[in-house]
């Protein structure tokens, strides 16, 4: 798992993260280089958008990055967030963090050898 970002939160959900002491999951932090970012996104299978907006106006511009790539996105639902994400089009949306984990466990399940539909519709509907 792949954390960008260096947000107010951030030491926060790694003392989270450290918390939940993974034993099949390895999370990292890279600093990333503007020319790799894009090049990350794209090797990605899904992206997770935790952004929400106070105003409920301001779209998550790393959602835009991420369909920019080509990589279907799991967005925490706010009123715009519809501007971009589609639910069940393009990505999908979750309003609570046993949604997204539904999400992710629907969208790895039989991963690489057989992936959900949802995977290449969702790429189509970029």
Request: charged share 25%; with cysteine; glycine share 6%.
């Amino acid at each position: 798992c792949i954390i960008t970002g260096k947000g107010d939160l951030k030491e926060y959900y790694m003392k989270k993260i450290a918390e939940l002491k993974l034993k099949h999951v390895t999370v990292i932090t890279p600093w990333l280089a503007a020319e790799d970012y894009p090049r990350v996104l794209a090797a990605a299978d899904i992206g997770v958008s935790l952004h929400t907006s106070s105003s409920g106006l301001d779209l998550p511009m790393k959602v835009v990055d991420m369909f920019g790539c080509g990589l279907p996105v799991a967005a925490k639902g706010f009123p715009a967030i519809d501007e971009l994400v589609k639910d069940r089009e393009n990505g999908r949306v979750f309003s609570s963090s046993d949604e997204l984990s539904d999400i992710l466990i629907q969208w790895f399940k039989n991963f690489p050898s057989n992936p959900s539909s949802d995977h290449q519709k969702y790429r189509d509907n970029l």
